[in-house]
Structure formats: structure tokens, C-alpha cells
């Protein structure tokens, strides 16, 4: 039975997403975005990363954490 839903690959997300094909691969490992095996290549449905993308927060921080896109700095004063 054919779909018509669209399947991206990994460079095809990449570009989409505008981020590098590592980030996503971590992504992947950290079970932090929805994609599925076909052999030993990662597939996407276009319409599962829609919805996560609507549920990101904001963005991702060095230690993998969303956090709010509004965060005050630390420690330093405003400039004059």
C-alpha cells in the first residue's frame, strides 16, 4: 500500500532544519526526535516533525536542555 506522506532523509532534514547532519544524529541518540530505521539508514515523516518542532520550547543550550528563549544574562551589567 503506497503513502503519500512525505519520508525525508537525513540530509533532506538537515537542510529543512538548517543545522548539521551531527546534530541530528545526536538528536537521534538522545531519542530526542521522532525517525525510524530503514536498513541501516534514519528515515523522517515530514508530518512527525512538524508536531515536534511546534513543541520545541526554544533553543537547545550546550547541555541538551530546552530552555526558555527569554533568559537573562549572568553576572554581566547592561551596557550605557
Known sequence: M???EEI???TELSAHLRV??????RLLREG???GFRVG???RFSRAAIEVWEHGQVG???GEGITVPSM???KGRKPRK
Open 59 to 61: 533553543p537547545i543550550d
Open 2 to 4: 503506497a503513502s503519500s
Open 8 to 10: 525525508l532523509t537525513i
Open 40 to 42: 541501516s539508514a534514519w
Open 20 to 25: 548539521h547532519p551531527t546534530t541530528i544524529y
Open 32 to 34: 530526542r526526535i521522532p
Open 71 to 73: 533568559r537573562k544574562s
